[in-house]
């Protein structure tokens, strides 16, 4: 598919992908912990607001100043861009009527009104997590994700990964929606070498994509992701 890509902002990954996400897709990053995934939510949202974009960030996990400061850390201004093309929402999963209608509800009507260009959600999982059956997930996942592709905006997820399969997401079910799925996870050569940690684009849907596993590193202002380079 041809057309103006959606950049990461991540070298090397952008590469990895064609040249980066299809416009109006929707992105899965998935990995344990440590791997970097919020990381790779922030260097995204990062780059659309350099681009002048409008972007929604919402968070399960952390409080709002705490992903505003993670920010500031790697050196970005982003003061500038708080509530006027920035938008961080914290939401509290162990509440779940008010989790699932301001994600069902009130997430699709706030990307109409500031005409966003990018939604992160970080974790994803924590949101499917609210659902006591599979059925249910399933379908209420799908009527989500549905939801989100009428709105034209591009849209990132991240998940851990299940704790007995490190390939695929906690309930292994959001690669199934998503367009693209980028997989992080640890790589140990043996127990006495160092511990490297590397990516694979598994799944992208409309556009040709590198399929080879790279090693990547998470610096203090930026994630590199070592195209040309093998993991050992």
Known sequence: MNGERVKMGIMGLDDMLGGGLIPGS???II????????????????????????????????????IVTYMQQKGWDVKPYLNRSLYVIKLDPTDFNLANNRIKNELPKLIEEVKA???????ISLFEDLFTTDFERRQEMFRFVEG???????????????????????????????DTVILLRYVRPSDLTDVHLALEVVKMRMSAHSREIKPYELMQDQVLVYSEANVF
């Open 31 to 66: 990995g344990t912990y440590g791997t970097g995934k919020t990381t790779f939510s922030l260097e995204f949202a990062w780059e659309g607001l350099k681009k002048g974009e409008n972007v929604i960030y919402i968070s399960l996990e952390e409080r709002e100043e705490r």
């Open 26 to 28: 929707i992105c899965s």
């Open 117 to 123: 260009h990018r939604v992160v959600i970080d974790p």
């Open 148 to 178: 989100l592709r009428d709105k034209k905006c591009t849209i990132m997820m991240t998940s851990e990964t299940d704790r007995d399969n490190v390939f695929a997401s906690r309930h292994a079910l959001i690669e199934y929606l998503s």
